[in-house]
C-alpha cells in the first residue's frame, strides 16, 4: 500500500550558532511531528555547530546571515544567500519554505518574487523599524506570522486579514505531563529565589536586575537570591556585555545575591529549584524559557512589554515598567512583603496551555497545507 510522504518544510534560520530561540522552537514542533506528517530541515550558516538536543536535520549556507544590526550588511548578503538556497531547491523538494529571522525574510522575498514560491514568515523580533515588516506583509506569496496580539500592535498589521496570522512561539508539550511544581518556601527566614534562563547579551538586561538590586536596602537584598543561567553568544556585543556584568559583580553586596551560572541543559531543574522566574528584557517577543515556567506552574516577574503583556496573566506574575531599575526595586519590595502569587500552580501552568507544541503545531499544520 502506498504511503504519503511527510510534508517537507524548510525552515530558514541562518544561525551561525546553537543558541537556543527560533531553534528551540523548532525543536519543539519536531517533538511533537508525526514521522510520516512533516520533516523539518533548517538552513544554517556553514560553521554551525550543533549543541543541544534533540538534534534537528539540517542544510549549509556559506553567505547566510540571520541576524546584524548592519541592515546595509543584510542586504548585500541577501542575494549570494538567495544564489545558495536557490541551487537548494533545484536540488531537494521542499513542500513549504518558512523563513524565521531578518536575514531570511529578505532572502524568502526573493524567492517569492524571482522563484515565485510561496513563503511564510515568522517574525519572531520586535523591530524598530516597522516599515519593512509591513511591506513585506503585503507581497506577492508571502505570508507572515507574529508571535501575540502585541506584536501585531507594534507593527500595526491586522491579524484578522488573510495575509497575516497569530501563532505563539511553543515549549516542549511533554512538560504538560510533568507535575507542576510546589509553591511555597522552605523556611520564612530563607532568601527568595529567582531564575532567569536566556542569553548573556545586552538586550536580555540582566544588569537591569543589578541597577534595581542597587536601589535597595542591604537588608532587603538579604530576602532575595537571583541565579541566571544562559550561554553567552559568539558575537562581539555579547562578549563586552558579559565583562561589563561581571565587573559590576565584583560588589560584594550586589555580588552575593546574584550568580551568573553560565549556560545549561537542565533548565526544568532550574525552574523547579525557584520561587520566581524572572524576565527583565524589554519587548521579548515570546519567550520559550517563560513559557516553560508558567507551564510548570512557576509565577513571573516580567516587564509589562513584548510578548510578556499577552502571556503573563493575571495573578500568574508580576509586571514592572520597561528599563525602570527603580520600577523593578519597588516590585522586589513588593515580593519581599509578599512572595506568593494571586493564582495557583495548576491556573498557572492552564495560562498557557494553549502554547504547548501540541496546539501550536496543529496551527502551523493548518497554515502549511494552504501554503504548500
Known amino acids: 500500500m502506498h504511503q504519503e510522504r511527510p510534508m517537507r518544510i524548510l525552515h530558514l534560520v541562518g ?42 536535520t539540517y542544510r549549509h549556507a556559506s553567505s547566510v546571515i540571520a541576524e546584524s544590526v548592519n541592515h546595509w550588511k543584510l542586504l548585500a548578503m541577501a542575494w549570494p544567500a538567495y544564489r545558495e538556497l536557490k541551487a537548494l531547491l533545484e536540488e531537494e523538494a521542499f513542500d513549504v519554505i518558512h523563513a524565521h529571522s531578518r536575514g531570511t525574510l529578505l532572502i524568502g522575498i526573493l524567492v517569492a518574487k524571482r522563484m515565485q514560491r510561496r513563503v511564510l514568515f515568522t517574525n519572531h523580533n520586535y523591530a524598530q523599524r516597522t516599515g519593512l515588516y509591513r511591506w513585506a506583509s503585503r507581497q506577492h506569496r508571502m505570508h507572515t506570522v507574529l508571535l501575540t496580539p502585541n506584536m501585531a500592535k507594534h507593527y500595526r498589521l491586522d491579524y484578522s486579514a488573510s495575509k497575516t496570522s497569530i501563532i505563539s512561539a511553543c515549549y516542549d508539550a511533554s512538560l504538560l505531563e510533568r507535575p507542576v511544581k510546589q509553591p511555597g518556601r522552605p ?60 565587573a559590576k559583580l565584583q560588589d560584594p553586596s550586589i555580588g ?12 526544568e531543574a532550574k525552574i523547579r529549584s525557584a520561587d520566581w522566574f524572572i524576565l527583565p528584557s524589554t519587548n521579548e517577543p515570546c519567550s520559550v524559557a517563560l513559557m516553560e515556567a508558567l507551564a510548570l506552574g512557576c509565577p513571573a516577574l516580567v516587564s509589562a512589554s513584548g510578548g510578556n503583556i499577552d502571556i503573563v496573566k493575571p495573578g500568574c506574575g508580576r509586571t514592572f515598567t520597561p528599563d525602570d531599575p527603580n520600577s523593578l526595586a519597588e516590585a522586589l519590595k513588593a515580593l519581599i512583603k509578599n512572595p506568593v502569587p494571586g493564582a495557583s500552580p495548576e491556573a498557572i501552568r492552564q495560562s498557557v496551555s494553549h502554547r504547548s507544541a501540541t496546539v501550536v503545531l496543529d496551527q502551523y499544520l493548518e497554515l502549511y497545507q494552504q501554503l504548500k
Open 15 to 56: 544561525d551561525h550558532e546553537d543558541a537556543g530561540g527560533v531553534l528551540s522552537v523548532i525543536r519543539n514542533l519536531q517533538g511533537v511531528s508525526s514521522k510520516n506528517q512533516l520533516e523539518h530541515v533548517v538552513w544554517v550558516k556553514q560553521g554551525y555547530q550543533e549543541k543541544r538536543t534533540p538534534p534537528l
Open 187 to 246: 523556611s520564612a527566614d530563607q532568601p527568595i529565589q529567582l531564575v532567569g534562563v536566556g542569553n548573556i547579551i545586552g538586550w536580555k538586561k540582566w544588569d537591569l536586575i543589578l541597577e534595581a538590586l542597587s536601589r535597595l536596602e542591604p537588608h532587603q537584598r538579604a530576602c532575595l537570591q537571583f541565579h541566571i543561567w544562559g550561554p553567552i553568544p559568539d558575537l562581539p556585543e555579547a562578549q563586552v556585555f558579559a565583562s561589563q556584568l561581571k
Open 256 to 267: 552575593a545575591c546574584f550568580k551568573l551560572h553560565g549556560p545549561t541543559r537542565e533548565v
